[in-house]
T-cell receptor, first 116, second 114 residues
Framework: KQEVTQIPAALSVPEGENLVLNCSFTDSAIYNLQWFRQDPGKGLTSLLLIQSSQREQTSGRLNASLDKSSGRSTLYIAASQPGDSATYLCAVPSNAGGTSYGKLTFGQGTILTVHP | NAGVTQTPKFRILKIGQSMTLQCTQDMNHNYMYWYRQDPGMGLKLIYYSVGAGITDKGEVPNGYNVSRSTTEDFPLRLELAAPSQTSVYFC?????????????FGEGSRLTVL
């Protein structure tokens, strides 16, 4: 059974700092990994989707890397801003190595607070 | 575009009552999902559907039922509500449902069972 763990559970940083969020998964035979953002009281918004053939994916100040062999992914946020404050979740297909029909297994999330 | 719409946004139920959470998407996606999120936890899959008329159980289906009579709608039924079903429920849809697809989420329905 696929399990996903995110470290740290919470992170508080001053504005402008570069930061790294970590995600690990137990079964490395995944097709992709997604990072989501969740604002308080809102749904999830997909930030980045990394295919298994890729090692990283970039969108603006966000960069996500994937190391399948070690079962890890990192989300790097450059020059953090107060507007980046949210919960960040990573997720992988539930049936690693098989067809998941889009079913995902989520980590518990990292709560990020960026203070001015 | 509306995307994925969930109703109601908030609901309080008494133990033993029943209700239906509504989910509608206007993107013509075949794949739809119901997840629940408990405080400090990630999302857990309740049920999913790969097309109209086809549904299957996820990780935590007990106490819930679903139907998928149209591509657009995927309601989640709670029978005999229990305090353990207090949670935030998210509906999501996907254009391909394969392992390369992106998920689109609704804003959630917060349910409290007292």
């Amino acid at each position: 059974k696929q399990e996903v763990t995110q470290i740290p559970a919470a992170l508080s940083v001053p504005e402008g700092e570069n930061l790294v969020l970590n995600c690990s998964f137990t079964d490395s035979a995944i097709y992709n990994l997604q990072w989501f953002r969740q604002d308080p009281g809102k749904g999830l918004t997909s930030l980045l989707l990394i295919q298994s053939s890729q090692r990283e994916q970039t969108s603006g100040r966000l960069n996500a890397s994937l190391d399948k062999s070690s079962g890890r992914s990192t989300l790097y946020i450059a020059a953090s801003q107060p507007g980046d404050s949210a919960t960040y979740l990573c997720a992988v297909p539930s049936n690693a190595g098989g067809t998941s029909y889009g079913k995902l297994t989520f980590g518990q999330g990292t709560i990020l607070t960026v203070h001015p | 575009n509306a995307g994925v719409t969930q109703t109601p946004k908030f609901r309080i139920l008494k133990i033993g009552q029943s209700m239906t959470l509504q989910c509608t998407q206007d993107m013509n996606h075949n794949y739809m999902y119901w997840y629940r999120q408990d405080p400090g936890m990630g999302l857990k899959l309740i049920y999913y559907s790969v097309g109209a008329g086809i549904t299957d159980k996820g990780e935590v289906p007990n106490g819930y039922n679903v139907s998928r009579s149209t591509t657009e709608d995927f309601p989640l039924r709670l029978e005999l509500a229990a305090p353990s079903q207090t949670s935030v429920y998210f509906c999501a849809s996907s254009p391909w449902g394969t392992d390369t697809g992106e998920l689109f989420f609704g804003e959630g329905s917060r349910l409290t069972v007292l």
